[in-house]
């Protein structure tokens, strides 16, 4: 065996001894070690194996697995601008708390600064935007490879989860780098390959932890009972020092808790054990008794407004959709106070007054909030829904969409949303619904990039209906998701694509005004005229044209094998008036209400 090999299967084995069950590969020469090592595991039914050719969809599909299934996942490239191409799904990784695991390999030491080929400084590569980096050199010889090697996994998945010992808060997840260096031969000896000849079965169903150290003769096999190098015992999550004192006119704000400690249900329970009416972004469980109908269209009205303001809100999570929201927290004459998950809260306009660590919502007595006060919020909330569900938003707009998807999707669905207008327009046009409905973004820096990628890892990582909501820009953008190979695992997946011909979102936008007409179709509409259909064929691709709300209904509705794209056209000039219309339908019902 030479050293690149035994490296690369010892990293491998301690990834699986450490938890991992998926691997992303985007294949290389110079990760060709990583590459033979996985497949192995593989075969060996120790992981799951995912193959991209491009390495902006491999990050995110990594991120999607290890959003999904809260585990760390490896992303494995080449050396250079394979790299690179990850930076993206690293950014999110950061901003959302994510154990994304970077393995990059590159060239060893003597060949770096050189002019060769395909090399570049790999390490520190992202900067700050990773928890914890490290720059294994070549090992010299099979024998070197070792104790430091598995004990570098370990750091590396240790910082991953935020575990303690790492140097990272337990309360701050996110992605690493694990950067390696493989010198030649790449690829396993002769004999390696002959013992390999026979063993052509995949293995089906769930990777299961079995045979440690398998294909590890005469390298370093790790502990003998198959379990991690390092044990790393989980931090729990420490309580804050000082109570959160009573104010009875409180408004509860919740935004996106990924990653979190607390569920959005121990967040509603304990609000109303206060009396402390509640306003959601779209994301989490939709299941939701206690949150205010629309409670985003009620902060519209100016009017309504002042006559129920309150005088402290708690912002839950990290929020990023709402610009009546950013008002409301902008007023002085409103106490802002976060809870958050993050060393580094979230909180644009400066307007916080004080910081809770989110696990102090788990604690402390009851308080008693104005339960009037509260009542008036939670009708009025009724009456706008009530207003709304009999002036339905017309078909051929985003939010007819939005009503749709709340309306059809089943029970315990799970519902990927992508950035610009889908996540507006469902955040408006959803109505509260009983059954069970999870929805998850990539809401660290709301991009447009990797969505598909991330949907579809999501969509491996659970049995549960799988659904995802994009633009047309979106989805093409992030095309080269659907580019997955014949031998490669497929999730069940409905794509929905809201077709308006480029960048609607910025039609709701200050450069959407009727006067910027002139100059917004080329610099901001940016229509592509992507056949969509065309480009799903290409892929293998199963896509419907749905026209009508029926046959809108009747795709969603359908029981999907494979993925699935279900495209809606919309009208691209419906988008600045719809919204209008939504915010003069509640203003109408909230006069009414008094």
């Known amino acids: 065996m030479n050293p690149s090999t035994a490296l690369a299967r010892v990293l491998v084995d301690e990834l699986v001894r450490g938890g991992v069950r998926d691997v992303v590969l985007a294949p290389g020469s110079r990760s060709a070690p990583l590459a033979y090592a996985v497949q192995q595991a593989e075969r060996d039914g120790r992981l799951r194996l995912h193959v991209r050719v491009d390495e902006r969809t491999a990050g995110f599909l990594a991120l999607g697995l290890a959003k999904g299934s809260g585990a760390p996942v490896p992303v494995i490239t080449t050396s250079g601008t394979a790299v690179a191409n990850l930076h993206p799904a690293v950014l999110e990784a950061h901003h959302t708390g994510v154990p994304l695991v970077v393995l990059s390999a590159d060239r060893p030491a ?219 927290l902008r007023n002085p004459a409103v106490r802002v106070e976060l809870f958050s998950g993050q060393p580094q809260w979230s909180d644009p306009g400066h307007v916080a007054h004080a910081v809770h660590p989110l696990v102090q919502l788990l604690t402390g007595a009851e308080a008693e909030g104005d339960g009037a006060w509260a009542a008036t919020w939670a009708d009025d909330g009724s009456a706008v829904a009530k207003a709304v569900s009999a002036s339905p938003a017309q078909w051929g707009t985003g939010l007819a969409v939005g009503e749709l998807l709340g309306e059809v999707l089943p029970e315990g669905a799970r519902l990927f949303v992508g950035s610009s207008n889908p996540v507006r327009d469902l955040d408006l ?99 592509t005229g992507t056949d969509l259909a065309a480009l799903c064929r290409a892929h293998g691709i199963r896509h419907v044209l749905a026209e009508t709300r029926d046959a809108a209904a009747e795709a969603l509705s359908a029981a999907t094998e494979g993925i699935t794209v279900v495209e809606v056209p919309v009208d691209p000039e419906s988008h600045r008036s719809a919204h209008e219309r939504l915010r003069q339908v509640a203003h109408e019902a909230l006069a009414i209400s008094g």
């Open 429 to 527: 046009g959803l109505a509260p619904r009983s059954a069970p409905l999870t929805v998850v973004g990539n809401r660290g820096l709301a991009g447009i990039d990797g969505c598909l990628s991330t949907a579809v890892g999501l969509a491996l990582t659970t049995d549960a209906p799988s659904y995802a909501w994009v633009g047309d820009l979106t989805f093409v953008h992030d095309s080269n998701a659907l580019a997955i190979g014949p031998d490669e695992p497929r999730p069940d997946l409905t794509v929905l694509v809201t077709n308006d011909g480029g960048g609607g979102i910025f039609r709701t936008l200050e450069h959407g005004a009727p006067e910027r007409a002139d100059d917004f179709s080329r610099i901001f509409g940016t229509p």
């Open 110 to 328: 003597e060949l770096r600064g050189t002019g060769a080929n395909q090399t570049t400084v790999q390490p520190g590569m992202f900067g700050p935007a990773v928890r914890w980096s490290a720059d294994l050199p070549a090992p010299e010889s099979v024998e070197s490879v070792g104790a430091f090697h598995r004990s570098s996994v370990c750091r590396a998945l240790a910082a991953a989860l935020g575990a303690p010992g790492s140097g990272v808060p337990a309360s701050h997840r996110g992605p690493v780098h694990l950067n390696v260096s493989f010198r030649d031969p790449l690829t396993p000896d002769d004999e390696q390959l002959i013992a390999r000849l026979g063993h052509h079965d995949r293995v089906e169903g769930s990777p299961q932890l079995s045979q440690p150290g398998t294909q590890l003769q005469g390298v370093h096999e790790g502990r003998a009972d198959g379990r991690p190098w390092v044990e790393v015992t989980r931090d729990s999550y420490v309580v804050g020092h000082g109570g959160i004192r009573d104010v009875p006119r409180t408004l509860v704000v919740l935004g996106d808790l990924t990653p979190s400690p607390v569920s959005s249900q121990q967040v509603l329970r304990w609000a109303a054990g206060r009396s402390y009416p509640v306003i959601t972004e779209p994301f989490g469980d939709h299941a939701r008794d206690g949150v205010v109908p629309h409670g985003p269209l009620l902060l519209t009205d100016a009017d309504w407004l002042a006559r129920h303001l309150p005088e402290r809100v708690l912002v839950v999570g990290r929020i990023t959709l709402s610009r009546a929201v950013a008002g409301l």
